[in-house]
């Protein structure tokens, strides 16, 4: 049986342009701002069904942005 350790699941989200409302133009950013937001973190699953839950809500939870997922596999007998 596998189980599904540490996980960590995470929205990656970049601004590349800023809205200034006085002059109603957008403007460019030299850097893009880039922010994460933590949806999953130092969870435990013990079957897919479980890691596939978590999956669905961090992408419900991103409003469309990439999930990066990262986690440990152990295999028990």
């Known amino acids: ?4 350790n540490n ?3 995470r929205t990656k989200s ?3 342009h800023e809205w200034n409302a006085k002059k109603r133009i957008s403007k460019e950013l030299k ?6 937001n933590v949806s999953v973190s130092n969870t435990d699953a013990y ?4 890691l596939y ?4 809500y961090a ?3 991103g409003c469309g ?6 986690f440990t596999i152990e295999r028990s007998y």
Do not use: K, N
């Not at 850097?31 to 994460?36: G, K, L, R």
């Not at 079957?47 to 479980?50: A, I, N, S, V, Y």
């Open 65 to 70: 942005e990439p999930v990066h997922v990262q």
């Open 14 to 16: 970049v601004r590349t």
């Open 53 to 56: 839950d978590m999956l669905r």
């Open 31 to 36: 850097e893009p701002v880039v922010t994460y």
């Open 7 to 9: 996980i960590l699941m």
């Open 47 to 50: 079957d897919l069904g479980e």
């Open 59 to 61: 992408h419900e939870r």
């Open 1 to 4: 049986m596998l189980h599904y």
